[in-house]
């Protein structure tokens, strides 16, 4: 059988993340390879040592470039900070390597336009890591769209809090500006949610925002001007409505600021045959309600996806479904794309740049208090 | 004690509920007041006398002009379409009577306005039907606000879903027209999460917003122009954001078209010391979340405030607390405010006509595409 | 139309709690009958005026004979402590009136065995006040069993908890003992959970039960003999199993010192083609699941039944059901009995005395630690 | 570091999730050695040769004894039938390995005693698959009971339901007899809870119990003798109620014919100073109720446990908690104990024995229909 030879590109948790799903997600699943935790790579030393001993991996190395050339490697996965990204990526496409990029898949939408096309010249396999939709619920969901069974969209409400607490303690670290590589809680979370929603829903094609970021004086709320969000600022958390391209449209909320909320993904769809709810701290649940039903049983019902992992018998290991199962079925499905070079349903380069694509234009709207458009995808 | 006579005008949905919340409201609720059940007028002869004898009433009648200018009746009760509110109200008004009208307040702000300016002038009591911000759970969200408990407000998550379906089945019929008197669901339910929203954060002076209405040739979706909202043509749902007066931000979302919810009213609020959940269909518990929790004993918790009901006694009835008890609750503070004429808090005309504003605005906005302001209430 | 004058004896909690649903029940809900409040008698004149005024009640007396004897009473409502129910039943079904009591029927199945009697040659109307069976979901869920559509019954499991705290402080208080007509959480909340199971599965044939009392000397736990349950000495909770006449089998939760359940009356039910999950605190939800749905869509659904009140319009005012709501059925019940004539079905007297000696089986099991068969009730 | 090979014994279902946890369970985890999967035996060449290779083992066997005496050996890791459980271990103990056994420890007592007496001969680290107690929020509550906070433990009330379906369609086949190995609903799933009720409690000392199993000639219940339990049929689902040693009582149920609970493990805990529930489908959720709480604030707070895993960074992979993170946890305590020698918390032979003998008792009384005493086990 096949073997392919994975270096991963930063140690941080991400990388451990990464390498826990290595361990576990080929086990029985029948890829049709096997995938071996060859190179881990972080500039540090130290850092790449200890990890490579701790998470599995048979090499430890700290110059990525040196790795990317190597011929023994088929698949470079990138976890480093969003700012290295495009050079890296760029390099193992070059190399004819396989690429698996941890989300966002940059900074900066130009950044990105040029790993699209850099992929698609390379004619590899790649993927982001837009983890949380390969959740059976809401990869279900997906196929009752497909199928007709939920009808047309018609509005989309999504949520992603934390309660990580402010991202911008002072507007003059590095943390806290765009410009040195800072992401606010609207990129960071609140685009996974946005994820979600293309992912079932397609296309948005307008957006319009309120972004909110804690300033310097402000204890405790955004009173005055000096806390609205600048250009460079990033934000603690925001809301946005949007218009699908289908005509469905939709409302998003991001907060790094929610008591109570340790990772609530969340959202709901409403659909011209039937409704949908998912929350990810129940993420076993598929929520449904159906319009024809019998009004005395039209209602949500819950269907508890764990024994019902596409992938044979590994769906009775999903007896409950943790991250580290969601990022095994993330990493199936990139090696499955592979091996098997046919249309297996990812989150590619492509689809990563119209999620960036957006909230680049939810930043822009925060701004400019203005609606703005987002360019269509190459998928629709 | 002191009798309290009432007229009713309005032998409909609610003018029956509020028949129930007159005959259950002031049982043991020490009200410094009896309240007799006097009149209850339709323009509907048959109508009345079957209500009136069904509902408890002790006379029927067919003019309410005459009925307000009776002598022995202390307090009007408005429940007719809203297109008559303005009439009945500045008559009730001028012959000195209390007001209680349901909701809206009017479809039109400017007669709204004049309402506004006769309660002034009459020196009575008014008071609008919204029933939902009496419940326990959010009226205890409010004092923890006003104690500071929960610091200062950041963000608010509000949603009113139901499953009625599609107000607009024919774009010609009444119903689907603002200027027949008819009355979208943004306008409809949304209103009472607005009216919760400004309860709890105070007034909202921005909004941006999307409606959508289902078109004539529509048949699932809005999917072309001809289904966009128009100037007179009212919503089937719809998404708002907006900057509230604080600085806080928020989102709403209101559909009829939102399968397996037959009455959802929910909402989150995220402060700076605390979090609160509300849903109607739990609405016996207080959910919060507090910032400065053990980090180990963090998290939203359940009270079930169905012993705590405010009012001595009734509150042991309050083992479970329905649409009935909210209503008492309505009533009993409408009677408090009479009797008592201290600063019982209730939302009245005035109140009542800035939530009509921020509607108002909502439906601009879905129209024009821009932002606009929604002027300042005079309670602030 | 008829009019009904009810005399309710007992002006306490439940005097209070019945006043309520006489005084909404009947709006609206075409019962055939009008229904007055006549009377509200107190052996404490006070306690009694004060009622009566506050509750609506047209007069107030002290001496219940006088009451029972007049002839313009047509129904006496028994909201006394259990040992007088007995004394005033026999003495209002002798008169010929039609009699509610609240539940307990008796503390003594022998004194609730002559009630039965006396109420079978009367040939009124009786019944007891198990108020939470009339919860629509209930209902419902025993539409479905008598419909076939879940199939036999396997398997109950019920639990009513609360936090009221410890019923005996003091084994020597008149409250701790059964003899000076004390009651304990099995008998009188674990009651209705066991009225539940029987308007639902039919008869229970034998129990077996371990109580628990809070001795004198133990702090916190029952860590000794002492500590057991006795004779005389009431409980403080337990758990009890059971064998139903129809095969079923079930186990039965009761507690006072269950933090964080204010009023918590649950339970499940596993029949051969589906199961339903009952909870108070949610008592709108209908939940049910059935065993041959499609295997993507099995699991739970929750059907709010707060629009499905089965009476008439009435069910308008149910978009929220609390305490009032279920008594305002409950007396509807009673009060189409008694105009109709026909077969309502409610829990009558006679009811109530195989409720209590289910309850005497728990006991004496406590006790003897034996299993206790329970005799066949009329009804089977 | 120290390296531990890993035999494991039995290529079916638990071979599979076991060798998931072994490879995930780890990584990153500090425990002191490294882990590896030596060698899979399966009786059946075929399928230890595809598990093998399938699930990452280096090597594969068909014959247990000789693997079992190999010197390079550390540990035997047990995933037969259970009617093999005892000759393994004893063989394994006896070499001097490490035990790993899954559950049931037998389904014989006797044999549970001769492989405690081996082990505590042979010094040996041993443990047993009761895997569920190891989910954070489980854990958590022991420790808060340890440390007082919770009080003394009151009522217990566990459940384990399934939908799988009737064990038993057949009484004749092999797998509704205990002889011929089979293992019913209370043994095979019932013994999960009671092993939490015993975590969290300690020793069971009585218990009395109803189980049914399915006959041949019922359709749909239980409804004559033929369908009581007899010696040897194993159970479909039944009750039980029981004494714990420190005076604290419980009930439970298990069942196969729960329609909608595809793997649904629940408790309630009520102890003198607080109350805590668990459900396995929402198991990240930690929730514990308090007394001494304001009474405005008192009710089930609900903890996201999915950031607190004990275990260093790896509990950032436990954003979310599954089926293989638990596993993972449950083998890296059993690693530590190898490795440190020390005393940390797991269930051992000692311990799955006394949990055996619970569920002996349970059987007996069914068919005794008398309460069954419990021996101590030897850790009280």
Redesign the interface.
């Known amino acids: 059988m096949r073997e392919l030879n994975v270096a991963i590109i930063g140690g941080g948790?991400m990388g451990?993340?990464h390498?826990?799903a290595y361990?576990?997600g080929p086990?029985?699943a029948?890829l049709g390879a096997t995938v071996r935790r060859a190179v881990l790579v972080d500039n540090d030393a130290a850092v790449a040592q200890s990890?490579a001993a701790?998470?599995?991996w048979a090499e430890w190395a700290t110059d990525w470039r040196e790795v990317v050339a190597r011929d023994d490697i088929d698949i470079i996965d990138i976890c480093t900070p969003p700012q290295l990204h495009e050079e890296i990526a760029l390099a193992a496409l070059a190399a004819g390597k396989h690429v698996f990029c941890e989300k966002p898949i940059t900074n900066i939408s130009t950044e990105a336009e040029r790993m699209v096309e850099a992929a698609r010249a390379a004619g590899v396999v790649t993927q982001v890591g837009f983890n949380y939709r390969h959740t059976p619920a809401i990869a279900?969901t997906r196929r009752l769209l497909d199928e007709g069974k939920l009808?047309?969209?018609?509005?989309f409400?999504g949520?992603y809090?934390q309660?990580t607490g402010f991202y911008n303690t002072d507007p003059n670290r590095w943390r806290a500006r765009k410009a040195t590589g800072g992401s606010g809680a609207s990129g960071d979370i609140g685009s996974h949610v946005v994820d979600a929603a293309e992912y079932l829903l397609g296309d948005i094609v307008r957006v319009?925002?309120?972004l909110?970021s804690k300033g310097a004086g402000a204890e405790?709320?955004?009173?005055?001007d000096a806390?609205r969000i600048d250009d460079d600022l990033i934000d603690d958390?925001?809301?946005?409505?949007c218009?699908f391209a289908?005509?469905?449209?939709?409302?998003?909320?991001a907060?790094s600021?929610?008591?109570?909320?340790?990772?609530r993904l969340f959202f709901?769809l409403?659909?011209?045959?039937?409704?949908v709810e998912f929350d990810?701290?129940?993420?076993?649940?598929?929520r449904?309600?159906?319009?024809d039903e019998a009004?005395?049983?039209?209602?949500?019902?819950?269907?508890?996806t764990?024994?019902?992992h596409p992938d044979g018998?590994w769906r009775?290991?999903?007896?409950?479904?943790?991250?580290?199962?969601?990022s095994?079925i993330q990493f199936q499905k990139f090696i499955r794309a592979i091996v098997h070079g046919d249309d297996v349903e990812r989150p590619d380069f492509a689809h990563a740049l119209h999620i960036q694509q957006v909230m680049d234009a939810v930043a822009e709207s925060a701004i400019t208090?203005e609606?703005v458009d987002v360019p269509r995808s190459e998928r629709s």
Chains 1, 2, 3, 4 share one sequence.
Do not use: C
Request: no cysteine; glycine share 14%; proline share 1%.
């Open positions: 948790f451990q993340a390498s826990l361990a576990v086990l029985g029948d990890a701790r998470l599995g279900f009808g047309v969209p018609l509005q409400r949520t809090l309660e319009n925002a309120l909110r405790t709320g955004w009173r005055d806390e958390g925001g809301v946005w409505i218009q289908s005509g469905a449209i939709g409302t998003f909320a907060s600021y929610s008591s109570g909320r340790k990772n709901e409403d659909a011209s045959r039937g409704a990810w701290n129940s993420r076993e649940e598929f449904v309600s159906y319009v009004t005395d049983h039209r209602g949500f019902r819950t269907v508890h764990n024994t019902e018998w009775l290991a999903g007896l409950g479904t943790g991250y580290v199962e969601i095994a208090g609606w």
